[in-house]
């Protein structure tokens, strides 16, 4: 019985000094799923810069960042992958200063290697006997791809709505599905491990990706630092190099 | 039933303080969460957001893969039960350990390996869509695998344990007086080991009903195909909360209902 009640004591303590965890060095930077690879070399150099400071990346398709912020998960960065998402945010009262657009991104028809549904454009999309994906609706790939098929005047056979990007992207990467419409960059992501399909300039949108430290976040000088680094010279460098356009 | 002899004394001494306190924050961890949906419910919208088209696709689609998956988690996971607990064979430990991986893998490791396997491109997959055309990911027949494949276990070990604990000479009895053994199966073994049958049936059908990351990776996401209501809930938590609150309501009630009422055949309790 002493047992059990000291441990359980020990737990309960253990939760206590863990709430708010936050080492002081510590910046958390909740990113689009479509910025995984850029933000992955943004966190390595920014540490190399500045050895001193850890950064930690929350990836997730963006509207589960805005939810996730909106219910008070402890972030220091939000950088998504829509004006949308930030302005819901922005408008709780939970963004400091005003959100910078750091980085814009195309959009394009993705098909496994091979492409064995022949698809050539969006017009394919709407081929009942293809296995086509699209992103759900409440992230910002499943809107851009829902605004560009409605541009070409396309009603897609969808047979799946996945819940974020790369979950798309994988689907297409196995060969599972025979086309999607995912960012530029993330064809890009997968260095030749699938087709791409141009969209159209008429058809196609182009994504901002705005960015902005948290309202309440516990690291709020780390979070300052780390947004100047992302609209720095070499940060877009970075975010160039992985397919995005400057802003 | 006799008289309950104990019954004064046990009226007499009190539970321990300390077991009642720690079975009370036990059982918060359970309502804690229940209040926080209640307290996030909007009653008046209920009716119309139940009445959805989003909910009634997506209660159909759970419905019929619920039950699907039950149904052949039973024609084929009581064989096997059969088999682990009378068949006596090398490697019974390595098959008992299969059957109960799906237990403790994560469910998205279970969704990618079925579509590894099972997948247009995969190892089963592929011969079987040349030779008949059949896609099973995004269908309803995917659905119904991957509840299978993390539900069935339950109904494995349930109906094993069933079998461990049967008193075998009534069987041995049977087949003296001349029962056959399917007979021997189905007029004595099954009927005797019906508790713990029902109670695998019911565990994994609130499974299935309960499945998402299997389903999602596995199955995808389409409403009024392969949305069930855990994907709906995911889907409607980041655009429609309301929703997702009557959603997972909708969930919390049937499935407290139907273990509520299925109490006595389960656990043998009040």
């Given at each position: 019985?002493?047992?059990?009640?000291?441990?359980?004591?020990?737990?309960?303590?253990?939760?206590?000094?863990?709430?708010?965890?936050?080492?002081?060095?510590?910046?958390?930077?909740?990113?689009?799923?479509?910025?995984?690879?850029?933000?992955?070399?943004?966190?390595?150099?920014?540490?190399?810069?500045?050895?001193?400071?850890?950064?930690?990346?929350?990836?997730?398709?963006?509207?589960?960042?805005?939810?996730?912020?909106?219910?008070?998960?402890?972030?220091?960065?939000?950088?998504?992958?829509?004006?949308?998402?930030?302005?819901?945010?922005?408008?709780?009262?939970?963004?400091?200063?005003?959100?910078?657009?750091?980085?814009?991104?195309?959009?394009?028809?993705?098909?496994?290697?091979?492409?064995?549904?022949?698809?050539?454009?969006?017009?394919?999309?709407?081929?009942?006997?293809?296995?086509?994906?699209?992103?759900?609706?409440?992230?910002?790939?499943?809107?851009?791809?829902?605004?560009?098929?409605?541009?070409?005047?396309?009603?897609?056979?969808?047979?799946?709505?996945?819940?974020?990007?790369?979950?798309?992207?994988?689907?297409?990467?196995?060969?599972?599905?025979?086309?999607?419409?995912?960012?530029?960059?993330?064809?890009?992501?997968?260095?030749?491990?699938?087709?791409?399909?141009?969209?159209?300039?008429?058809?196609?949108?182009?994504?901002?990706?705005?960015?902005?430290?948290?309202?309440?976040?516990?690291?709020?000088?780390?979070?300052?630092?780390?947004?100047?680094?992302?609209?720095?010279?070499?940060?877009?460098?970075?975010?160039?190099?992985?397919?995005?356009?400057?802003? | 039933?006799?008289?309950?002899?104990?019954?004064?004394?046990?009226?007499?001494?009190?539970?321990?303080?300390?077991?009642?306190?720690?079975?009370?924050?036990?059982?918060?961890?359970?309502?804690?969460?229940?209040?926080?949906?209640?307290?996030?419910?909007?009653?008046?919208?209920?009716?119309?957001?139940?009445?959805?088209?989003?909910?009634?696709?997506?209660?159909?689609?759970?419905?019929?893969?619920?039950?699907?998956?039950?149904?052949?988690?039973?024609?084929?996971?009581?064989?096997?039960?059969?088999?682990?607990?009378?068949?006596?064979?090398?490697?019974?430990?390595?098959?008992?350990?299969?059957?109960?991986?799906?237990?403790?893998?994560?469910?998205?490791?279970?969704?990618?390996?079925?579509?590894?396997?099972?997948?247009?491109?995969?190892?089963?997959?592929?011969?079987?869509?040349?030779?008949?055309?059949?896609?099973?990911?995004?269908?309803?027949?995917?659905?119904?695998?991957?509840?299978?494949?993390?539900?069935?276990?339950?109904?494995?070990?349930?109906?094993?344990?069933?079998?461990?604990?049967?008193?075998?000479?009534?069987?041995?009895?049977?087949?003296?007086?001349?029962?056959?053994?399917?007979?021997?199966?189905?007029?004595?073994?099954?009927?005797?080991?019906?508790?713990?049958?029902?109670?695998?049936?019911a565990?994994?059908w609130a499974?299935?009903l309960?499945?998402?990351?299997?389903?999602?990776?596995?199955?995808?996401?389409?409403?009024?195909?392969?949305?069930?209501?855990?994907?709906?809930?995911?889907?409607?938590?980041?655009?429609?909360?309301?929703?997702?609150?009557?959603?997972?309501?909708?969930?919390?009630v049937i499935s407290l209902t139907v273990l509520i009422a299925l109490?006595?055949?389960?656990?043998?309790?009040?």
């Amino acid at each position: 019985m002493v047992t059990v009640g000291l441990v359980t004591a020990a737990l309960l303590l253990t939760a206590c000094g863990n709430t708010g965890s936050n080492t002081g060095n510590e910046v958390l930077v909740s990113a689009a799923s479509s910025l995984t690879e850029a933000f992955t070399e943004m966190e390595a150099s920014f540490e190399r810069a500045n050895p001193e400071v850890d950064v930690v990346l929350n990836i997730a398709g963006s509207s589960a960042l805005r939810e996730q912020i909106l219910a008070g998960a402890p972030a220091d960065v939000f950088a998504s992958a829509n004006t949308s998402n930030m302005d819901l945010v922005d408008e709780a009262g939970d963004v400091e200063g005003e959100p910078k657009i750091f980085a814009r991104n195309r959009l394009e028809i993705v098909v496994p290697l091979g492409n064995p549904g022949s698809v050539a454009e969006l017009a394919d999309f709407a081929r009942d006997e293809l296995l086509i994906g699209l992103c759900a609706e409440s992230v910002p790939c499943g809107d851009y791809g829902r605004q560009i098929l409605q541009n070409a005047g396309v009603i897609p056979a969808v047979d799946t709505e996945e819940p974020n990007v790369r979950a798309l992207l994988t689907k297409i990467e196995a060969g599972e599905m025979d086309a999607g419409i995912v960012y530029e960059t993330d064809v890009t992501s997968t260095d030749g491990g699938v087709g791409g399909v141009a969209i159209p300039d008429d058809d196609n949108v182009l994504a901002d990706y705005p960015i902005a430290v948290l309202a309440e976040a516990p690291n709020a000088d780390g979070a300052a630092n780390f947004v100047a680094f992302v609209l720095s010279q070499e940060g877009r460098g970075i975010l160039v190099d992985h397919g995005f356009v400057s802003p | 039933m006799t008289k309950r002899t104990t019954s004064p004394d046990r009226r007499k001494r009190r539970p321990p303080i300390v077991l009642v306190v720690l079975a009370a924050l036990g059982l918060s961890v359970f309502v804690i969460p229940l209040l926080g949906l209640l307290a996030r419910t909007p009653w008046s919208d209920l009716p119309m957001l139940l009445t959805s088209n989003v909910v009634l696709d997506a209660l159909r689609v759970s419905v019929i893969a619920s039950l699907g998956a039950t149904a052949i988690s039973a024609i084929l996971g009581v064989p096997l039960a059969w088999v682990l607990a009378r068949v006596e064979f090398r490697g019974r430990s390595i098959v008992r350990g299969l059957v109960v991986l799906p237990l403790v893998l994560p469910p998205v490791v279970g969704g990618a390996a079925l579509l590894f396997a099972l997948g247009r491109r995969g190892l089963i997959g592929e011969p079987l869509n040349q030779a008949t055309g059949l896609v099973l990911p995004f269908s309803i027949w995917g659905v119904i695998i991957a509840a299978t494949f993390v539900a069935m276990p339950f109904l494995v070990i349930t109906v094993e344990s069933g079998l461990h604990n049967l008193d075998s000479r009534y069987e041995g009895a049977a087949a003296t007086l001349g029962a056959g053994r399917w007979t021997v199966l189905r007029r004595v073994t099954l009927p005797m080991i019906g508790p713990s049958l029902a109670a695998g049936l019911a565990l994994t059908w609130a499974r299935a009903l309960g499945e998402f990351g299997a389903t999602i990776t596995f199955a995808g996401n389409l409403q009024g195909r392969t949305q069930t209501l855990p994907l709906a809930v995911f889907v409607a938590l980041e655009s429609d909360r309301g929703a997702a609150v009557a959603l997972s309501l909708i969930m919390v009630v049937i499935s407290l209902t139907v273990l509520i009422a299925l109490r006595h055949r389960w656990w043998g309790a009040v």
